[in-house]
């Protein structure tokens, strides 16, 4: 049975070429943050979530650092030791992260879906699918047009993307997992 491309596509990416993609990485940390891509580098994974080459969707590469999130503690002086700072671990998947930081830095945008790229010892990068829902193009695709409806504004912020709601514990139906009726809820505990 003959496969089409983008069933190879999605092939190579599950082993990808190492070197070229260290390559591509140490490229990627010169450049800012968030950054403006042609096209994207999945062609295969941004179609399956909604990608079409059309006015009114960009792709953006978005940076996330890795690792917990540091606070330092207040009022302590001297030398540091281990209690001075304490270690956070952020509740949020750093792919919910990475849409927060690129629908700020498009105000205008609202965020479709996003896909991972690749990690290395420092950051996570990833591709933002962003959609612009005053273009006419966008308005008049009818498998795009429900992102121009006032409920869908800053889903990204407000947790209404994929990931977002994987992170919030809305897919998985385990009884142990407290998260209903809010992450507040519970004596503020979460997850």
């Known amino acids: 049975m003959t496969q089409g491309m983008y069933h190879h596509l999605r092939q190579a990416w599950k082993k990808p070429d190492t070197k070229m993609?260290?390559?591509?990485?140490?490229?990627?940390?010169?450049?800012?943050?968030?950054?403006?891509?042609?096209?994207?580098?999945?062609?295969?994974?941004?179609?399956?979530?909604?990608?079409?080459?059309?006015?009114?969707?960009?792709?953006?590469?978005?940076?996330?650092?890795?690792?917990?999130?540091?606070?330092?503690?207040?009022?302590?002086?001297?030398?540091?030791?281990?209690k001075t700072t304490i270690r956070k671990t952020l509740k949020m998947n750093y792919k919910w992260v990475a849409e927060i930081r690129a629908a700020r830095k498009y105000p205008s945008l609202e965020v479709l879906n996003s896909y991972n790229?690749?990690?290395?010892?420092?950051?996570?990068?990833?591709?933002?699918?962003?959609?612009?829902?005053s273009k006419p193009e966008i308005k008049n695709d009818r498998t795009l047009n429900w992102i121009t409806k006032d409920?869908?504004?800053?889903?990204?912020?407000?947790?209404?993307?994929?990931?977002?709601?994987?992170?919030?514990?809305?897919r998985s139906k385990s009884p142990k997992m407290k998260v209903r009726p809010s992450l507040r809820a519970r004596n503020r505990q979460g997850k």
């Open 21 to 82: 993609l260290r390559e591509r990485m140490i490229e990627w940390r010169s450049q800012n943050a968030v950054e403006k891509v042609e096209k994207p580098l999945r062609l295969d994974r941004a179609r399956s979530l909604g990608y079409k080459a059309k006015k009114g969707i960009i792709v953006l590469r978005v940076r996330v650092q890795r690792g917990g999130r540091k606070r330092k503690r207040e009022g302590v002086k001297g030398r540091k030791t281990r």
């Open 151 to 170: 409920k869908n504004k800053k889903r990204a912020e407000r947790g209404l993307t994929s990931s977002a709601k994987k992170s919030r514990g809305l």
């Open 117 to 133: 790229l690749g990690k290395d010892g420092q950051h996570y990068f990833y591709e933002v699918i962003m959609v612009d829902p």
